[in-house]
């Protein structure tokens, strides 16, 4: 399996502002797509942001970027105007770009807490 | 609303039963997976599908078997439960290949089952 790392096993954020979620991975390919997932309390994961390794703009989401370093194999989220919402697990994930292969791989998490 | 349907959200066992977790799927999704998540480990993959009765090992298979009878239903069975085993259980589907081009890399996500073995 690939290896997504999240060193970042907790993050804590004021209300309003911004928190920074790092990533890295580890692949021989040179095409694949990276995902960041959030988890929230009831526990149903779903999609935050996408990105494809073929483009060098990074991906955008209203608050959420991603700062794409193909380079460094490093995939950030960043989350703008914090809101108590986005309190959750949020995960990074990745996916090699080859038919036929839909297996995402996982990093360990980061726990967002948000602070009124 | 699509949805992938996970039978039970929170199971106790014991150890040696045999245990069923079920998902469905309403999306005619080709890909089904299931993942279990550990605190500190993430998500690791168990077994996934790409079509009915196809299945494939992920990366900890052991002690888990799995079922897909049909292209909604994806069963996974633990012959018989050990406490290594209590964790949540995610299931998840994807559209396959011949999906418009983001459809066949997004996973929707069921609501996790929580498996306890005593």
């Known amino acids: 399996a690939q290896t997504v790392t999240q060193s970042q096993p907790e993050m804590s954020v004021q209300e309003a502002e911004t928190v920074t979620l790092s990533c890295t991975y580890d692949?021989?390919?040179?095409?694949?797509?990276l995902f960041w997932y959030k988890q929230p309390p009831s526990r149903q994961m779903i999609l935050v942001i996408r990105?494809?390794?073929?483009?060098?703009q990074n991906a955008t989401e209203n608050r959420f970027s991603v700062n794409f370093q193909k380079a460094a194999k490093s995939f950030s989220l960043k989350i703008s105007d914090s809101q108590l919402g986005d309190a959750a697990m949020y995960f990074c994930?990745?996916?090699?770009?080859?038919?036929?292969?839909?297996?995402?791989?996982f990093g360990a998490g980061t726990t967002v807490t948000v602070r009124a | 609303d699509v949805k992938v349907t996970q039978s039970s959200r929170y199971l106790v066992k014991r150890t040696g039963e045999k245990v069923f977790l079920e998902c469905v799927q309403d999306?005619?999704?080709?890909?089904m997976f299931w993942y279990r998540q550990d605190p500190g480990l993430g998500l690791r993959l168990i077994y996934f599908?790409?079509?009915?009765?196809?299945?494939e090992k992920g990366d900890i298979p052991e002690g888990y078997s799995v079922s897909r009878e049909k292209k909604e239903r994806f069963s996974l069975i633990l012959e018989s439960a050990s406490t290594n085993q209590t964790s949540m259980y995610l299931c998840?589907?994807?559209?396959?290949?011949?999906?418009?081009?983001?459809?066949?890399?997004?996973?929707?996500f069921g609501a996790g089952s929580r498996l306890t073995v005593l």
């Open positions: 990105q494809e390794a073929y483009k060098q």
């Open positions: 692949t021989s390919e040179s095409d694949y797509y």
């Open positions: 999306m005619d999704h080709e890909n």
């Open positions: 599908s790409y079509d009915v009765k196809m299945k």
């Open positions: 994930a990745y996916r090699r770009a080859l038919a036929n292969d839909y297996k995402l791989s």
């Open positions: 998840a589907s994807s559209a396959g290949q011949g999906a418009l081009g983001s459809g066949a890399n997004v996973l929707t």
